[in-house]
């Protein structure tokens, strides 16, 4: 008797525990199907304050995949031709090699790199061909950026800076120069101020890709030596607006005729001093005959973390910052690692869709 109460209660428990398993799963079953239900497209741009920035529209992007801090994202052709579809979807029209290579690596083969070094590690693609074709199918401009070295413009050997790249650039157009994306050049030698002979470098690497690909425009995009340079953050003193402007004020004058565009980056300053900065760019590259772009940088370098996708807010102010400073476009450090759908960074995608809300497009 005692046997059969205890296998009934058993079997009563057993019975619950069923019924509560069931009543859990089938809880969890409704909250999965009300999480994947469609959002209510209706609340986009409900919300949006009265005298929100307008700001003005990004229409360029660097190509970091010779990079320097950046993280890579292991992209073949696919995953490039489906992120170049994307750039075009926003509005994006022009594409800058950030550069042919850094040091020991390479965007493809150059012959006049490996013949003057013998540390190039050889590479297993040539995404300049890649670029240029998918450049064409998607009906962008390219431009291609030169070897820096990391070196010999560093240790006060320029002229062997400036030879590498004379020799790269006439093996470049001969090669790649009947694309019909091919539409200019960027030097790639980042500076802040008047330093290692940035004129000379610039000057006749500039002038030389001019004359060998029929006057492309040449790009430069330099940075303001701010308090967010690493620079000024280990103990050096930032520019005042006004040493920035009589610096930049001779470098442009040795170099005019050899560069056709000034991009400089927006990232280094604070925020509330942007626009000073950018207005004297703008009065700069009118004074010398240059067009005059800003290089928003789309991630966010208050981050404790280098490098995160920047928050949307910020972008605004920067694109505002440039339209009143009068700036012709807009060219971002850069698009497919920190405002892609592609990206690896899940808010990228979001600031993507950010974008696209506010410019409608």
Same mark, same amino acid.
């Given at each position: %008797?005692?046997?059969?109460?205890?296998?009934?209660?058993?079997?009563?428990?057993? /019975?619950?525990?069923?019924?509560?398993?069931?009543? +859990?799963?089938?809880?969890c079953?409704?909250?999965?199907?009300?999480?994947?239900?469609?959002?209510?497209?209706?609340?986009?741009?409900? +919300?949006? /304050?009265?005298?929100?920035?307008?700001?003005?529209?990004?229409?360029?992007?660097?190509?970091?995949?010779?990079?320097?801090? !950046?993280?890579?994202?292991?992209?073949?052709p696919? *995953?490039?031709?489906?992120?170049?579809?994307?750039?075009?979807?926003?509005? !994006?029209?022009?594409?800058?090699?950030?550069?042919?290579?850094?040091?020991s690596?390479?965007?493809? =083969?150059?012959?006049?790199? &490996?013949?003057?070094?013998?540390?190039? %590690?050889?590479? =297993?693609?040539?995404?300049?061909? %890649?670029?240029?074709?998918?450049?064409?199918?998607?009906? %962008?401009?390219?431009?291609?950026?030169?070897?820096?070295?990391?070196?010999?413009?560093?240790?006060?050997?320029?002229?062997?800076?400036?030879?590498?790249?004379?020799?790269?650039?006439d093996?470049?157009?001969?090669?790649?120069?009947?694309?019909?994306?091919?539409?200019?050049?960027?030097?790639?030698?980042?500076?802040?101020?008047?330093t290692?002979?940035?004129?000379?470098?610039?000057a006749?690497?500039?002038?030389?890709?001019?004359?060998?690909?029929?006057?492309? =425009?040449?790009?430069?995009?330099?940075?303001?030596?701010?308090?967010?340079?690493?620079?000024?953050?280990?103990?050096?003193?930032?520019?005042?607006?006004?040493?920035?402007?009589?610096?930049?004020?001779?470098?442009?004058?040795n !170099?005019?005729?050899?560069?056709?565009?000034?991009?400089?980056?927006?990232?280094?300053?604070n925020?509330?001093?942007?626009?000073?900065?950018?207005?004297?760019?703008?009065?700069?590259?009118?004074?010398?005959?240059?067009?005059?772009?800003?290089?928003?940088?789309?991630?966010?370098?208050? &981050?404790? !973390?280098?490098?995160?996708?920047?928050?949307?807010?910020?972008?605004?102010?920067?694109?505002?910052?440039?339209?009143?400073?009068?700036?012709?476009?807009?060219?971002?450090?850069?698009?497919?690692?920190?405002?892609? =759908?592609?990206?690896?960074?899940?808010?990228?995608?979001?600031?993507?869709?950010?974008?696209? *809300?506010?410019?409608?497009?």
């Amino acid at each position: %008797m005692k046997n059969n109460r205890r296998s009934f209660i058993k079997q009563v428990a057993a /019975t619950a525990g069923i019924a509560a398993c069931a009543k +859990f799963f089938s809880s969890c079953t409704s909250a999965k199907a009300a999480d994947t239900e469609e959002p209510d497209s209706s609340l986009a741009g409900k +919300f949006v /304050t009265p005298d929100r920035f307008k700001g003005m529209p990004i229409c360029a992007t660097f190509l970091d995949e010779v990079s320097w801090d !950046i993280p890579h994202q292991n992209w073949g052709p696919v *995953e490039w031709d489906r992120d170049f579809a994307s750039m075009k979807k926003m509005g !994006i029209n022009t594409v800058v090699l950030i550069r042919a290579g850094l040091g020991s690596w390479v965007a493809a =083969p150059f012959k006049a790199v &490996m013949d003057v070094r013998d540390d190039i %590690m050889y590479p =297993p693609l040539d995404l300049v061909e %890649m670029f240029l074709t998918l450049a064409d199918k998607h009906d %962008m401009n390219f431009f291609f950026g030169v070897y820096d070295s990391c070196l010999y413009w560093h240790i006060g050997e320029f002229q062997k800076e400036i030879d590498v790249n004379l020799a790269l650039i006439d093996e470049v157009w001969e090669k790649y120069g009947h694309h019909k994306s091919f539409a200019g050049w960027y030097l790639s030698q980042e500076v802040s101020r008047r330093t290692r002979n940035i004129s000379s470098i610039f000057a006749e690497m500039g002038r030389h890709a001019k004359e060998v690909s029929g006057n492309l =425009p040449v790009m430069i995009s330099p940075y303001i030596h701010g308090v967010k340079t690493d620079q000024v953050m280990n103990g050096d003193k930032a520019t005042t607006v006004e040493e920035h402007e009589r610096e930049w004020n001779e470098i442009l004058s040795n !170099i005019q005729g050899s560069v056709d565009i000034l991009a400089f980056q927006d990232g280094q300053v604070n925020y509330g001093e942007l626009y000073d900065y950018l207005k004297v760019n703008k009065e700069l590259a009118d004074k010398y005959g240059m067009r005059c772009w800003s290089n928003v940088e789309s991630f966010d370098r208050d &981050m404790p !973390i280098r490098f995160l996708p920047i928050k949307w807010e910020k972008l605004l102010y920067k694109l505002e910052a440039a339209r009143k400073a009068g700036m012709e476009n807009i060219i971002t450090f850069e698009f497919s690692h920190f405002m892609s =759908p592609n990206s690896s960074y899940s808010q990228a995608g979001n600031l993507y869709n950010r974008y696209r *809300e506010h410019f409608n497009v």
